[in-house]
């Protein structure tokens, strides 16, 4: 993605975007970060300009419309009405942005190839026996390559033709300004945080991003065909803190502005010692309590703290309360015999989740991911779309709880 020149002059840094992070891998995927399958990916300014801009509108079957579908030079966006009618929308190139497109196909046209994410999963083999409702080609994000360096992004990307098909059973219309738009099957969805992505940070609404950007409220059903109202007063332009949902993965959108303010893992390594440097013990065992190392995140550790989750107590690991009546799922709690989910604390080490630089007290329910108290609050608060194609749309929350490593 850099050119010789910026890999010749380190000190010719090139200009950052921003990063698109994926919910749900903690730093890493379970078996690492390949090629342009990765946990998180950074959108840098390209060498040269990629972006397009719709220009040129064609109503087939025309001569025209058909060598734009044929020309595999030429973007376009095809509008399939019916069997003898499809609006055809050529795009031109825009040497003002640059285009970067996500979606699950590896094919070149794709930046960043995005995966199902299976909530609990370890490995990508729990991954491969669900059916994706990821589309091949999700979406397009714009930059524009001056400052501000605005981004904005547009459901569906174009395939190695250079190619956008709307079909018939797509929900698709004219604008009143004459213009075609449309959705995708099973959409993209955006929610923009409010106050920012700061301490101060409030979930803000999910709305639906069309194949030309506006911006709709959410259809009745993932993939219903009747869209939903247009908002006039919103705007596809991604903001510091953007999550937006592909039906299978929810991506963060990070500012590079936003990542500068934002601690780094030296940070995170440095709060994880400070922690155990204070040598806390379990309150049954005695035994002194450590963080493993950030490496081994994914490998449970003989030091390693437990927490009951329903009450927050914290103790290293033991059999106590394990009751065969409970099946194992459910312990009861030595401290104050309360009944609960028992399960090992582990310290976050996506450093683009924090909304600020706290120590980590506080833990998610039910994974037992351990970060500052503000952080957990906010993301505990983020209604999360979950359904597809026959499903009504709804909204998981997590949770959070507050760890007493000290009790």
Same mark, same amino acid.
């Given at each position: 993605m850099f050119s010789p020149d910026q890999e010749n002059h380190p000190s010719k840094a090139p200009v950052k975007y921003g990063e698109l992070i994926v919910l749900g891998y903690n730093g890493s995927l379970p078996n690492g970060d390949r090629g342009r399958r990765k946990s998180r990916f950074a959108l840098f300014k390209r060498p040269k300009a990629n972006g397009v801009k719709p220009s040129t509108v064609h109503i087939a079957c025309t001569p025209q419309a058909a060598k734009a579908i044929s020309n595999k030079d030429q973007h376009s966006i095809s509008y399939t009405l019916s069997r003898a009618q499809t609006v055809v929308v050529e795009y031109t190139h825009d040497s003002n942005t640059d285009m970067f497109q996500i979606g699950r196909s590896t094919e070149s046209p794709i930046?960043?190839?995005?995966?199902?994410?299976?909530? +609990?999963?370890?490995?990508?083999?729990d991954t491969q026996s669900v059916q994706s409702t990821i589309s091949r080609f999700a979406c397009r994000i714009i930059c524009e390559r001056n400052p501000p360096f605005t981004a904005r992004i547009y459901a569906a990307g174009f395939d190695s033709s250079k190619n956008i098909f709307l079909g018939e059973k797509a929900a698709k219309w004219k604008t009143s300004d004459g213009q075609m738009d449309g959705l995708t099957t099973n959409g993209v969805l955006v929610m923009h945080p409010r106050n920012g992505f700061t301490e101060d940070s409030k979930p803000g609404v999910w709305r639906e991003i069309s194949v030309c950007g506006n911006v709709f409220s959410l259809r009745e059903t993932r993939s219903a065909q009747q869209r939903g109202k247009m908002v006039e007063n919103e705007t596809n332009q991604l903001q510091d803190g953007s999550l937006i949902d592909l039906c299978g993965a929810t991506l963060l959108w990070r500012t590079a502005e936003g990542l500068a303010r934002t601690p780094t893992v030296k940070h995170l390594?440095?709060?994880?010692?400070?922690?155990?440097?204070?040598?806390?013990?379990?309150?049954? +065992?005695?035994?002194?309590?450590a963080f493993p190392s950030m490496k081994r995140k994914d490998v449970v550790d003989e030091k390693q703290p437990w927490v009951y989750l329903n009450c927050g107590h914290v103790h290293g690991y033991h059999n106590w309360g394990n009751k065969e009546e409970r099946d194992g799922k459910d312990r009861e709690c030595p401290m104050c015999r309360s009944v609960g989910p028992y399960v090992p604390l582990w310290l976050g080490?996506?450093? +683009?989740?924090?909304?600020?630089? +706290?120590?980590?007290?506080?833990?998610?329910?039910?994974?037992?991911?351990?970060?500052?108290?503000?952080?957990?609050?906010?993301?505990?608060?983020i209604p999360l779309p979950h359904g597809a194609t026959s499903q009504k749309i709804s909204l998981h929350l997590s949770h959070a709880c507050e760890t007493d490593p000290w009790a």
């Open positions: 930046d960043f190839v995005v995966t199902d994410t299976v909530p +609990g999963s370890q490995s990508n083999s390594e440095a709060l994880r010692q400070e922690i155990n440097a204070a040598r806390p013990q379990c309150p049954v +065992g005695f035994n002194t309590l080490c996506e450093a +683009g989740f924090y909304v600020d630089a +706290g120590p980590p007290t506080h833990a998610f329910s039910p994974c037992g991911h351990v970060c500052s108290e503000k952080t957990t609050a906010y993301w505990s608060q």
